[in-house]
């Protein structure tokens, strides 16, 4: 049973709109989430996390939001760029040292 | 610092073989985690060493292990290759619990014919 989803296995966006990726759990005990980006033939990269105790954080063109209640979770990429074209994963800790949950991954393509 | 390094990038190998990947984790970090990458799988968690130990473990058969030097070096091996076990494997090092941030390596691209 997939505790983290991506039901998303692509996206494509014009470049400088935005790119909006989901994430949904299961698992309510869920209480840090962080997103990683991978380009081909390289090792995902973290990008930005968000603990469960904030419904927002942001980096510059990056913003990730949680919304609890509907055990649900985006990432915003604006204004999206070529160089944001890669496959984006979402991810969870279940509790204390277990590993990190990936959910499949959505790829974005952004269209110059 | 120096990332995560993992030897070797690529490698082939027939079915019933075995063999063996290396991950030197970012200097500092005791854990080391092992996942297995296939298309439409996203990333399946393998096994998680720390201190040597193994600390945490993936739904894989037995056929996949690992281990974890003082040096906080680890390899994981593979015996009796299957086709299906092409895939990516990624290791990741943190500094100490995998809640952390993970830091990957590149990958060993291995193809199994």
């Known amino acids: ?112 | 610092k120096a990332g995560v390094t993992q030897t070797p990038r690529y490698l082939i190998k027939t079915r019933g073989q075995q063999v063996t990947l290396s991950c030197s984790p970012i200097s500092g970090h005791r854990s080391v985690s092992w996942y297995q990458q296939t298309p439409g799988q996203g990333l399946q968690f393998l096994f998680e060493y720390f201190s040597e130990t193994q600390r945490n473990k993936g739904n894989f058969p037995g056929r996949f292990s690992g281990r974890q030097f003082s040096n906080s070096r680890s390899e994981m091996n593979v015996s009796t290759l299957e086709l299906g076990d092409s895939a990516l494997y990624l290791c990741a090092s943190s500094s100490d619990t995998p809640r952390e941030t993970q830091y990957f390596g590149p990958g060993t691209r291995l193809l199994v014919l």
């Open chain 1, 1 to 112: 049973d997939q505790q983290v989803k991506q039901n998303s296995p692509s996206l494509s966006v014009q470049e400088g709109r935005i790119s909006i990726l989901n994430c949904d759990y299961t698992n309510s005990m869920f209480d840090y989430f962080l997103w990683y980006k991978k380009y081909p033939a390289e090792g995902p990269t973290f990008l930005i996390s968000i603990s469960s105790i904030k419904d927002k954080n942001e980096d510059g063109r990056f913003t990730v939001f949680l919304n609890k209640s509907a055990k649900h979770l985006s990432l915003h990429i604006v204004p999206s760029q070529p160089g944001d074209s890669a496959v984006y994963f979402c991810a969870a800790p279940p509790s204390g040292n277990t590993p990190l949950v990936f959910g499949k991954g959505t790829r974005l393509s952004v269209i110059a």
